[in-house]
């Protein structure tokens, strides 16, 4: 038997009882800056919690916290799982169900890439339009869960057409340059050859990552709707002048972390505002 989320979200509502968190987020590498700017509920490391997976990423706190962030209830992970790290895909699953569970209608989910076109260099942020899974793994193989959703189903407009729509127009309002794209998902621990880099942009890739794709898979399969910013540290390998390091990808994370951070925060609080009708019911205890 694998990790069971529903053991994992009954120990997270016992510790924050009758929260109901309405969007799920994910934060990238060196993004867990957001994580200060929220209003605290509570805070529990993953290793606390029983039957969720643990990352060993440096630079990824492995934290979840429930709170309020832009006046919405919220669910934060601070670090995620990769599949480089060689857990089971399926493993991968458990997080995005326990947030479901949890409640969410909606998850965001950021990571760190490299881009593949010099005029979208570090301190960038691209708006994920589509993506392509490279990695040959998926968290959904196996049996399939009905609880959480069908055998079969559509990745088409995986990345929600309306809540990108939303991110553009916010973006232009703060004049944060938003570039859009589709983000590929290469296994990793190493960066990409040159020559796969030349590989994957011939087959339609804008930017780079080792990540995502399995949480957005997930999210897709249990009905949630997905918005997905990647926040560029690099040009692709081939591009850059510098090495590629994950001390760099740390390093150039911070340029764009800023941007990024505001641009959830009014994400949150004009969903909050003005699309509580379409996007999210109103639940009984007012808990909006
Ligand atoms: N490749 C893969 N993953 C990454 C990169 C990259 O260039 N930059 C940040 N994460």
């Known amino acids: ?7 994992a979200a009954d120990f997270i509502q016992e510790t924050a009882p009758g929260f109901r968190p309405r969007v799920g987020i994910i934060l990238g590498s060196g993004l867990g800056g957001l994580a200060d700017r929220i ?7 993953f290793k606390d919690i029983p039957d969720f997976p643990q990352s060993s990423v440096e630079g990824h706190a492995g934290r979840l916290i429930l709170g309020r962030l832009g006046g919405m209830p919220i669910v934060c992970m601070q670090g995620r799982i990769h599949l480089y790290e060689g857990a089971d895909p399926q493993d991968l699953a458990v997080p995005v169900r326990v947030l479901k569970l949890l409640g969410i209608e909606i998850l965001l989910v950021t990571n760190a890439a490299g ?11 691209m708006l994920i339009t589509d993506h392509i899974n490279m990695t040959a793994r998926n968290p959904l193989v196996g049996d399939n869960d009905d609880r959480f959703g069908p055998r079969f189903f559509s990745m088409e407009d995986a990345y929600d ?17 938003l570039a859009e794209g589709v983000y590929l998902h290469y296994l990793g621990p190493n960066f990409e050859t040159p020559a796969e880099i030349n590989a994957f942009r011939i087959l339609g890739a804008d930017a780079v990552g ?4 399995p949480e957005v898979l997930v999210a897709r399969h249990c009905g949630l709707k997905v918005a997905a910013i990647s926040n560029i540290t690099n040009l692709v390998a081939g591009l850059s002048e510098t090495k590629l390091s994950h001390e760099q ?9 800023e941007d990024l951070e505001q641009l959830i ?17 109103e639940d009984d205890n007012g808990n909006s």
């Open 249 to 257: 990808t740390l390093e150039c994370a911070k340029l764009a972390a």
């Open 1 to 7: 038997m694998g990790l069971n989320p529903y053991n």
């Open 39 to 45: 209003d605290v509920v509570a805070s529990i490391e």
């Open 265 to 281: 925060i009014i994400f949150l609080e004009t969903l909050k505002r003005e699309l509580l009708k379409t996007h999210i019911k």
């Open 161 to 177: 057409p309306t809540l990108r729509d939303h991110f553009k127009a916010i973006a232009k309002e703060m004049k944060i340059e």
């Open 115 to 125: 881009s593949f076109h010099k005029d979208v260099g570090p301190g960038r942020l």
């Open 210 to 213: 080792m990540s995502t794709t």
